[in-house]
């Protein structure tokens, strides 16, 4: 996410958005007629508010009175001598026939706002990046009597929209459920009226509760990137919907549970790729997704609350905000596990962007739009109302919670606090359902089950012990060491694990002779490598001093770094796993590893080795690299080997001796991975289906990372695959986890129809008249810092202009230097991965 100071970011110039707020003022809007496309012959939907009357809205309430409360934004990073307002407004309509009429500002002077709804007691609160503000109308006049601040972030002072406060659901007996985004890793501290606090530094997101007058703060669960909305159901489910990290999707769905861990850390960067973090319940105590999202969901409605068709009973409406589109998401109970299939309801074009729901008294559906892809206030914007055709055929309005054997088991669970009740709480654990673990866990941090959890890391059944470390490290025990250790003496995969998280997010430094000592006694498998790292980087001291005393103010800028020389001694040392040993080479700096050592690599006749070190002169050019490789390729047996290894010669100039003792079909084959060519494509190559014929059958994964990673196609460039690539891109590691096959082609073949807001393009055009293009940008009042295409960042004083690039960063046309046989490959690289 972009930090940088609001008034100062200039995406599209400011006479132009003057122009465009003053036009949308006198005139109805050219998009009026405009309509997204419903999917659903059983609905119909009507445009019944536009600008100039209600301008960039985002949350949008419904009072007992049916008029409709919207959130209108005016501080979402404007433009310079933006002409609306200089805070964000609540404005109040009234149906008039199947319209809105505006009736007048109800609240204004309103900084970032993100959200609102009316609580239990009746009033209206609102939800901006750094507080939760209630707007009673208690003489009943339509407009409020005052702002009063419930609960109030207090630190970081200043944070980026998206990852501040978010969203905001009230409960009927008299909480408020407030979600928090990760505030980009800096400390943060949420105070309500009491002087109750929750905080944190280098966690995930979060959703905290707190009482309607802001007393008795506390945390819920945490492990979110950027939660924008929760809403619960007419079970009593709370749901959730999380934004994703750069480069690990998709975005979520999620089943929230007290206590719940979602995965994801601030402290490990954008990327969301890092052994300490989680996406789908990867990690042992965090909890998976209901199910995957489309890019930038912002909104929810429970369809109890609505009179739609009987076919959308027990779903949620989501609004997907990149997709230009609203699903349904039906839901279902299986196990203890809530389950959900998605299908698409409106499907707009590029000037369709749902952000929020509302339902009436009547069960018709109402949905705010900010109409264009622009970040910054705009002038535009548009509210709609979706219905039923037909009402006899309408769900009932629901008015009390119905039941739910799995909220009952869930309950039930966490309010176990007798030890007659252990059997129960065994049986959860042993559930194989995650929800009904993660209840477990917390009702076991009760004392009273203090010596039953102790009692299991001396039992028989691994999975027990995974539990029981969990819970004990939760309530953060004074002999942490004592269990961490003799954890490690476990032969199972899984109690290692755990065991090596704890040691690292605690901090836990005593067992860290330990823990070096099991790889040097081969008791640290390949999978757990990266974790085994991670662990070394957490338990240096320097580490442990710096996050402890908040040394950063992001902590995500805190150094993890391991010892001097610690992967060469890896590298050098035979008597490691050929895996372990190729896992470090991967992990490697170019300058700490030697012609030397690769020369040994590729000498090892151990595959994994050899396969590491050509990769390793893929990515980089080691001066030298041509000789040893052209060795290789005259003693190797191994076809695939030699192929990889005339992919890492492509990248140097061979002299034409040299040339000589290569096989002619393998210097041709190092000829095509050469950059520059465009491949001899049929009249018909630029259409979709030309490709989608190309990927229909399947590919070879093995050669597809050869495309990846070839100059010609330029793949690794701009994106990281499995640690070795470029970083002006996202890393596309996971890629296959969140984006289907024609996803991706698509993706290649119109790089700039999707383009998730963290990857945005910038320019920045110095008085010389040359653009600069980048991804990330930093404006201060003197100077603008831009990461360039080869990731660096770099600072401009002479600059004339800068804003967003209008097309993707990743050029277009790429898809002709490649042929179909090269496509189906590289797409079945990146979604199966070799």
Not at 331 to 346: A, K, M, W, Y
């Amino acid at each position: 996410m972009l930090h940088f100071a609001r008034t100062r970011v200039l995406i599209v110039c400011a006479s132009t958005i003057i122009v465009l707020f003053a036009s949308a003022c006198s005139r109805k809007s050219p998009h009026a007629t405009s309509y997204p496309q419903l999917l659903d012959d059983q609905l119909r939907l009507s445009l019944v508010a536009e600008d100039p009357e209600i301008v960039t809205p985002i949350g949008i309430a419904i009072d007992s009175l049916d008029r409709v409360y919207v959130l209108e934004s005016h501080t979402h990073t404007p433009p310079d001598d933006y002409a609306g307002p200089v805070g964000d407004q609540v404005k109040v309509f009234k149906t008039s026939g199947n319209a809105l009429e505006l009736v007048g500002v109800y609240a204004d002077e309103i900084n970032d706002g993100m959200n609102l709804t009316f609580g239990p007691d009746g009033y209206l609160y609102v939800v901006s990046s750094q507080a939760v503000t209630r707007y009673p109308d208690r003489d009943g006049d339509g407009f409020h009597d005052g702002a009063e601040v419930v609960i109030k972030m207090t630190q970081p002072e200043n944070v980026y929209d998206h990852a501040g406060l978010l969203g905001i659901a009230g409960t009927a007996d008299g909480w408020l459920y407030v979600s928090r985004g990760n505030t980009g890793s800096k400390y943060w501290k949420i105070s309500g009226a009491d002087g109750t606090s929750v905080e944190g530094y280098g966690d995930g997101g979060n959703i905290i509760r707190c009482r309607l007058d802001g007393s008795n703060v506390e945390e819920v669960a945490t492990g979110f990137w950027n939660p924008f909305d929760l809403v619960f159901d007419g079970i009593g489910r709370l749901f959730v919907i999380d934004n994703d990290p750069d480069s690990r999707g998709p975005n979520r769905l999620i089943d929230v549970v007290e206590g719940g861990d979602y995965g994801y850390k601030s402290l490990y960067g954008g990327s969301g790729i890092h052994p300490y973090l989680a996406w789908n319940g990867e990690l042992p105590g965090t909890l998976p997704y209901v199910i995957g999202l489309g890019e930038a969901p912002s909104g929810m409605l429970d369809t109890r609350h609505s009179a739609l068709p009987s076919s959308y009973s027990n779903s949620l409406l989501i609004t997907i905000w990149e997709e230009k589109k609203i699903v349904a998401v039906s839901l279902h109970e299986n196990d203890g596990s809530i389950t959900g299939e998605t299908r698409d309801v409106i499907l707009g074009e590029s000037n369709f962007r749902p952000v929020a729901f509302a339902a009436n008294s009547e069960g018709a559906v109402y949905v705010t739009d900010w109409v264009i892809r622009e970040y910054p206030n705009h002038g535009k914007g548009r509210i709609w109302k979706l219905e039923a055709n037909d009402l006899s055929d309408s769900q009932a309005l629901y008015s009390e919670i119905e039941e739910s054997e799995v909220v009952r088991f869930r309950e039930r669970i966490k309010i176990a606090s007798e030890k007659e009740e252990i059997g129960l709480l065994e049986r959860a654990l042993l559930s194989g359902d995650p929800y009904s673990i993660a209840a477990a866990r917390k009702a076991l941090r009760n004392p009273v089950f203090r010596d039953w959890v102790y009692q299991l890391l001396d039992g028989s059944s691994p999975e027990l012990k995974v539990q029981a470390a969990l819970v004990l490290e939760s309530i953060q025990v004074d002999d942490a060491s004592a269990v961490i250790s003799k954890l490690l003496d476990e032969a199972d995969e899984n109690v290692i694990e755990v065991a090596l998280l704890w040691a690292g997010r605690q901090g836990v430094n005593d067992v860290l002779p330990q823990v070096e000592l099991m790889l040097t006694e081969g008791r640290i498998p390949s999978t757990l490598f990266d974790t085994y790292l991670a662990t070394i980087r957490h338990l240096q001291p320097e580490f442990i001093k710096a996050m402890s005393s908040k040394e950063k103010d992001a902590a995500r800028s805190v150094e993890r770094n391991l010892p001097a020389g610690y992967l060469d001694k890896i590298l050098r040392n035979g008597s490691l796993d050929a895996e372990i040993r190729a896992l470090a080479l991967s992990r490697s700096d170019e300058k700490a590893v030697s012609l030397d050592l690769l020369t040994d690599a590729l000498d090892s006749k151990q595959s994994a080795l050899q396969e590491a070190a050509l990769f390793f002169l893929v990515s980089h050019r080691v001066v030298g690299g041509d000789s040893i490789l052209v060795a290789f390729i005259e003693h190797s047996g191994d076809p695939e080997l030699k192929a990889d290894a005339m992919l890492a010669l492509s990248g140097y100039t061979i002299e034409k001796d040299t040339q000589s003792a290569i096989p002619g079909v393998l210097i041709d084959e190092m000829d095509y991975w050469r950059e520059g060519s465009v491949y001899g494509h049929e009249e018909d190559a630029q259409s979709k289906s030309y490709w989608l014929e190309a990927i229909g059958k399947g590919g070879d994964s093995r050669r597809g990372r050869r495309v990846f990673f070839s100059r010609r196609a330029q793949c690794s460039t701009c994106h990281v695959h499995s640690g070795w690539g470029g970083v002006i891109g996202p890393d596309l590691t996971n890629i296959g986890d969140s984006k289907s096959a024609g996803q991706i082609l698509r993706a290649i073949l119109e790089p700039s129809a999707e383009i998730a807001p963290e990857w945005q393009g910038w320019f920045v055009k110095t008085s010389d008249g040359v653009n600069h293009f980048g991804r990330q940008i930093d404006v201060g009042l003197e100077k603008v810092e831009l990461m360039t295409l080869d990731g660096i960042f770099r600072t401009f004083t002479d600059v004339e202009s800068y804003g967003v690039a209008q097309s993707s960063l990743m050029p277009e046309g790429l898809h002709l230097q490649l042929s179909k046989e090269d496509m189906s490959d590289l797409i079945s690289f990146l979604i199966n991965k070799p």
